[in-house]
Each structure stands twice: as structure tokens, then as C-alpha cells.
């Protein structure tokens, strides 16, 4: 039998992220334990979409889940403290010795098994399915699993016989598996960008934010809005929507009767009354969206907004930070009390999204 290792590294926190974006998901990690009295450094893992921070001085991490705001982070999809790395699992028995090395914040609401977001990573998506029902079985068994539990339990596999066992506050984490939602295409929609909207309403908003703020009859501007794949998102919920976009609209969509397509400039269109949203997917330099959003915002044009930043090659954590801390200050002077949100979403690539809505008793 090989030789089990003890835990070969220090406890880290694992945050998962997407792939090519490592260092401003570390950038943005190691800023925020600092900001939060910690001495934290970051190990990036290149081409894997994972990120460990470390505790400068010893101390634990597991704190700090519960001390920062999970939907706070803008690169970080999920993640979990734990005590280390667990390597050469034996393949004839990997379940005794995982079973040994769990963290002991048990019971858990849940367990899940998950790898990277790669191409190599997806192969063990079989291997997790087989082996996830042997170790449920086996933390049933020990009382170990219990719905009504804080903590859920993840154990992030490289390879067969490689783990991190760790684990998240299910209040203060992602719920889905690889934090990643899962979206099906919808047939009638004109294009496949109408995931990303659809991803920030589900993300960004929670389930009563949603029933509040997208109700059928409301009023929403689409900016560069051509074919309509955010339109769509927004006409599916009942919404009226004044499409602004030199190009042509999906046919289908205009039937709707819920659509008016506007050929205008989406820099310099301006609704005639103010409406409850605002959206826009424009390919811009934040540089001219940001300011963009900020007027309409501003002037109370509209009411909440969801909108993209497409991103440069570098320094882009502190071009986002940068960025949004100016919008905020903006809607300061103008006395609009909003919560401005942003995430990097799976649908998006180089991009983040944000969400501007009226703050908590605003």
C-alpha cells in the first residue's frame, strides 16, 4: 500500500475562480484579508482556476468566511478553508484515510465533490458521481450529514488521489456545484448572451430582490441591444422594453408587442420618463460605460441597472475596484442610496458584471 502522507501543506483557504484569471482573484482575496485585519499571501495554481491563501502568521482562516461577505468578492466563485492537501490516496481504499483527515466542524448540511473547471479536470466528473455516493453512504452511516447543518463540506479532487477536503458556511458561499449555476440555453431566444443576464438575475439579485424588483408590467431600456438577448430576458418576465441598437432586432421578439425597437445611439439615448431598469451589454472600455451608467443613474433614469465591463489584459481586479469605487462616489454626490454588486459570472469572459439597485430601505 503506498504511504499516506500527513498533510503536506499548511491550512489554506481554496477559492475557485475562473480560468486565466488566478492573480486577480488573488489580488482581490489578499486585499480583502488585509482589510480585514489578517496577514494573508496567495499561492495561484496557473491554468486551473484555483487560488490557496495562506495565513501569514498561523492564524486560521476558517474566521475569515464568516467575517467577509461572500457576494462581495467579484473573482472568487466558491470557496472553503481546510488544513491542507491530501495526496496518494490508495486506490484500493481512498475512503478510510479521506474519512480520517475530515474537518471535525462536522455535521454537514451536504457533501460535494468537485475538480477544476478544466478540460483535464472534467474527466473526473465520473470518477466524483462513483465515489460521492460511497463516501454519503459512509458520513450517513457516522450521523455526519444533517440538513439543517451550517456547514456544507467540499472535497476539491486534482486527480484520483489527490484532495482538498475543506468547508464553507452554506450562508456565506455559493451554492452550486463548482459555484457555477446551472443555465439551459433557451430555444427561443436570439442569442446565447441572454445567459449572462439571466445569470445575474439568479446571482446578483436574491429570491425576493428578484420577485420585487422584476415584476410583470415594468419598464426596462436595453442599450446596444441588438439581436435581443437580453430583451428577451426581460420580456419573458412581462417587462416592456425599449431596445436602443443600430442593428436589427430578433423578429420573434418584436411580435411579442412588448418590444420598441429604437435605431439611436446608446450613448446619447435618454428615456422620456424615467424606467425600473436599465441594462446594457455594449462591447466598451469601462472607461465610457462606467460614466454611461453612472448619468443614467445618477439623474434617476432608471431605478436598478445591470450592466458589463469588458476588461483589459492587466490590472484588471484594480481597474474594476477602481472603477466601481468612482461609480459609488458619483451616486453619493448625487444622493442616490444604492448596493452596487459585481461578479465575474461563469456566461461572462473577459468581463464582469455588475448590479445597481436601490440599498436596503432606500
Known amino acids: 500500500m503506498p504511504t499516506i502522507h500527513p498533510w503536506d501543506q499548511s491550512a489554506a483557504l481554496l477559492a475557485y475562480t475562473r480560468t486565466g484569471f488566478e492573480n486577480d482573484a488573488a489580488a482581490e482575496l489578499t486585499e480583502r484579508t488585509a482589510e480585514a485585519g489578517l496577514a494573508g499571501y496567495c499561492r495561484t495554481h496557473a491554468g486551473t482556476g484555483l487560488v490557496e491563501l495562506h495565513s501569514a502568521d498561523g492564524t486560521p482562516l476558517w474566521p475569515l468566511l464568516l467575517r467577509l461577505e461572500f457576494k462581495a468578492l467579484m473573482f472568487v466563485r466558491q470557496w472553503l478553508a481546510g488544513s491542507g492537501w491530501l ?43 462513483g ?4 463516501l454519503e453512504a459512509a458520513l450517513d452511516r457516522t450521523g455526519a450529514l444533517r440538513p439543517d447543518a451550517g456547514h456544507r463540506l467540499h472535497l476539491l479532487f486534482t486527480d484520483s488521489a489527490t484532495v482538498f477536503p475543506g468547508i464553507t458556511p452554506v450562508a456565506n458561499s455559493s451554492p452550486w456545484h463548482l459555484g ?14 441572454t445567459l449572462k443576464l439571466e445569470e445575474a438575475l439568479v446571482t446578483l ?19 446596444g441591444a441588438a439581436p435581443g438577448g437580453w430583451t428577451w430576458q426581460l420580456v419573458r418576465r412581462g417587462m416592456h422594453v425599449t431596445a436602443v441598437d443600430n442593428g436589427p432586432m430578433d423578429a420573434d421578439l418584436m411580435h411579442s408587442d ?25 462591447v466598451e472600455q469601462p472607461s465610457r460605460i462606467l460614466p454611461l451608467m453612472g448619468r443614467w443613474l445618477a439623474r434617476g433614469d432608471c431605478r ?24 459609488r462616489n458619483e451616486l453619493m454626490r448625487a444622493d442616490r442610496a444604492m448596493d452596487v454588486r459585481c461578479k465575474q459570472l461563469y456566461h461572462d469572459r473577459e468581463e464582469v458584471t455588475v448590479c445597481v439597485i436601490p440599498a436596503a430601505g432606500a
Open 87 to 129: 495526496r496518494d490516496l490508495p486506490p484500493e481504499d481512498r475512503l478510510a484515510p479521506l474519512l480520517d483527515a475530515l474537518p471535525d466542524q462536522g455535521p454537514f448540511a451536504d457533501v460535494m465533490l468537485e475538480y477544476p473547471d478544466t478540460n483535464e479536470g472534467k474527466a473526473l466528473s465520473r470518477f466524483c458521481r
Open 131 to 134: 465515489f460521492g455516493r460511497t
Open 180 to 193: 457555477i449555476p446551472r443555465l439551459r440555453m433557451p430555444g427561443q431566444a436570439p442569442s446565447r448572451s
Open 205 to 223: 439579485l436574491d429570491e425576493r430582490e428578484r420577485e420585487r424588483l422584476l415584476r410583470p408590467g415594468g419598464t426596462a431600456v436595453d442599450l
Open 258 to 282: 412588448l418590444v420598441e425597437h429604437r435605431r439611436e445611439d446608446g450613448f446619447r439615448f435618454r428615456p422620456e420618463t424615467p424606467v425600473d431598469w436599465l441594462v446594457c451589454d455594449m
Open 304 to 327: 436598478q441597472a445591470v450592466f458589463n465591463l469588458k476588461l483589459p489584459m492587466k490590472q484588471r481586479y484594480a481597474t474594476v475596484r477602481d472603477g466601481l469605487e468612482r461609480l
